[in-house]
């Protein structure tokens, strides 16, 4: 019913109107999610389908939004290249040689509970950009990124491709399992200049974006960088 779809259809091109919804954070500000957590582990959150669920969708309670931003994490696809991730005592990436579990698998049906009980509401899936994403690897996605940016700046650039696919896959995941919009956050871009963008990212940037065109679903772009 995406007629009905008013996000949708305005960044179609099809409605020329306002619209509101609460970016990434889904429910997280609302008192219900502190209730909700009561010392459990984020990453636990992440592995509940019912969770996702009931935190994508809490902002209803209070507000007719126009659009459900998916509850998850960008940093998902690092489990996917050998990291473990972890939340308590700040964001940590940390190397693994174990097989992990699969955090999409809850997404999937999590966001398919969403599409199937919401169908009135535009859907937004969440990915990371690469830049940003890879910058929690090497420098825990604080301060001037300067390692990330010395790794990039010296060639060494396979990673940021690997990473790139695998968030376009984050996205598919997302896409297929309901998303009607794609909304990327690479907000770290705003901590290189001008030549280094041009000379280390800006190839890669347009690429992974196009990329994200391709699942066939709009893209909504937040970067401090102008691209």
Known sequence: ??????????????????????????GRYLPEYESMKAGRPFIQFLRDPQTIFDVSTLPLKYLDVDAIVVFTDILLPLTKIGYDLSYESGISVQESSKEDFDLYSPLKVGLKRIAELHSDKTIIGVVGGPFTTLSYIHDGGK????????????????????????????????????????????????????????????????YFVNRIKELGKPVIFFSDHII
């Open 1 to 26: 019913m995406n007629g009905n779809k008013k996000v949708l259809q305005i960044a179609k091109g099809e409605l020329q109107d306002n619209a509101v919804w609460f970016m990434r954070q889904a």
């Open 143 to 206: 301060g001037g990124y300067r390692r990330t940016k010395e790794i990039l700046a010296s060639g060494d650039s396979e990673i940021l491709s690997t990473l790139t696919e695998r968030i376009v896959e984050f996205a598919s995941v997302q896409v297929d399992s309901g998303a009607d919009v794609i909304q990327i956050f690479d907000s770290w871009l705003g901590g290189v200049s001008e030549s280094y963008y041009d000379n280390h990212l800006g190839k890669n940037e347009a």
